[in-house]
């Protein structure tokens, strides 16, 4: 099955060739994010975590291979022993001198016999590295999504202000010119006064919608940029109006026991304490020695070799040592070595309280989580009901405004709308907390 962010790119092209608006939904953002630079540096870092990792491994199984080129003069000792394991061809007692360039390959292995367990931890140690990698870029990813999804419901917050805002403006315009109307009828219960008052009205609901599209400006370049689309294209979200989840809202003990085995974030600090631990385990193993089974092959191509006894002698001469040996490694620095462990130490007992803060802290995020978003609900409900009166008690008023009651007040025509207005602004941006709070409680408990 192909992905859906390489389809959306496709579709978008022809939507940005016809000038229209790229209807998306808050799933196809989510989705098309796979395919940003953002996404893409997220990515990065696990890549990064598993480089190290092959390069910890590398390390263990391939010998070194070293090529020098030195030049002359350069005094040497025939049969130099860099290594109990190195063999030579040539008397100690033979100095030569090289005039001319000396070219020396050295390859050398090293396989670990018995470390003490030192090398298992080791190789454990660079698992762990790898894998909290992985759980910091996939936390960043939740990051991200969620970030996107705020982007999005704010967006959509834009378009239900607008259509309160607009409303508000096509009902007051009928007001006034049913007033113009009665003025030009020469009605003498209704005053130019009045009509100014409707104008003052218009004047602020006109502010308003300056400012809903103003953030509805900010918003869909903010989206713009998260999903890596022209900045002069043009996006609208699908749905346009913000609605209530309609997802049923599980236990806050299902929702903890969810986040505590799945949240990136808490994972990443159970790997981290198991990994100070094992630091701990491995600095004090540096006090022990290690057997290890050592293999070495040099050879060396020195040209016009001149011997210093024999100024006259020149000849070619090559280098070959080649030996295979057991080998102990023991690492004398015992002041260097106390201070690691003694770091190592405190770097595991803090790591140890931070998980402990860190499952308390978890356990207060998704309360709070979880409390805000059913709040969210029980207000929703409340503001439901509010809108639901104010638009009863607006409808009659206006009814009866229009039926030819001339002295009925132009100002409680315009409390009871504003009031029926702001019933609407405020049930919407107890929507757009709804969602929002919603998605957060999703990503706090790590649900999909």
Request: aromatic share 8%; hydrophobic share 45%; proline share 4%.
């Amino acid at each position: 099955m192909l992905p859906t962010w390489p389809l959306l790119l496709l579709l978008s092209t022809f939507a940005y060739a016809e000038g229209e608006p790229l209807r998306l939904t808050l799933e196809q953002c989510l989705d098309r994010l796979d395919g940003t630079p953002l996404q893409r540096a997220i990515n990065a870092q696990g890549e990064i975590a598993r480089a190290e990792r092959k390069r910890f491994d590398s390390s263990l199984i391939l010998p070194k291979l070293e090529v020098k080129i030195l030049g002359a003069p350069v005094p040497d000792i025939g049969g130099t022993i860099e290594s109990p394991i190195t063999h030579s061809f040539f008397d100690f007692e033979d100095f030569v001198t090289h005039l001319g360039p000396l070219v020396v390959v050295d390859l050398d292995a090293l396989q670990p016999v018995f470390t003490f367990g030192k090398l298992t931890k080791a190789k454990r140690l660079a698992e762990l590295k790898q894998d909290y990698g992985l759980l910091g870029a996939a936390q960043a990813r939740s990051e991200l999504r969620l970030k996107t999804a705020k982007v999005f419901h704010g967006l959509q917050a834009t378009f239900s202000l607008a259509e309160v805002a607009g409303e508000a403006k096509q009902r007051l315009l009928e007001a006034r010119q049913h007033l113009v109307d009665l003025l030009e009828e020469e009605e003498e219960s209704v005053e130019q006064r009045d009509v100014t008052k409707l104008d003052l009205y218009l004047l602020e609901i006109e502010a308003q919608l300056v400012e809903v599209r103003t953030r509805r400006t900010e918003a869909e370049a903010a989206l713009l940029l998260l999903l890596d689309l022209p900045p002069n294209s043009r996006i609208e979200p699908d749905p346009l109006q913000l609605s209530r989840t309609a997802q049923v809202l599980p236990g806050r003990d299902e929702l903890l026991t969810h986040g505590r085995e799945h949240r990136s974030d808490f994972q990443a600090l159970t790997l981290g304490l198991e990994a100070s631990q094992l630091a701990e385990d491995v600095a004090q193993l540096d006090f022990l020695p290690e057997f290890f089974l050592g293999g070495k092959f040099r050879l060396a191509r020195a040209p016009d070799r001149l011997d210093v006894g024999s100024p006259f002698l020149k000849d070619d001469t090559n280098f070959t040592h080649l030996g295979v040996a057991l080998g102990l490694r023991q690492k004398l620095d015992f002041w260097t070595l106390t201070r690691s462990a003694q770091l190592a130490s405190a770097t595991a007992e803090k790591q140890r309280l931070e998980l402990n803060l860190a499952r308390a802290g978890l356990e207060l995020d998704l309360a709070s989580a979880y409390n805000r978003q059913q709040a969210d609900r029980e207000t929703l409900d409340l503001l439901e009901r509010r809108v639901t009166l104010a638009r009863q008690m607006f409808t009659e008023q206006f009814a009866e405004f229009q039926s030819g009651f001339s002295d009925f007040p132009i100002k409680d025509l315009a409390e009871a709308f504003q009031v029926y207005a702001e019933a609407r602004v405020a049930l919407f941006k107890r929507l757009l907390d709804e969602n929002v709070s919603w998605f957060e409680l999703r990503t706090k408990a790590a649900l999909p």
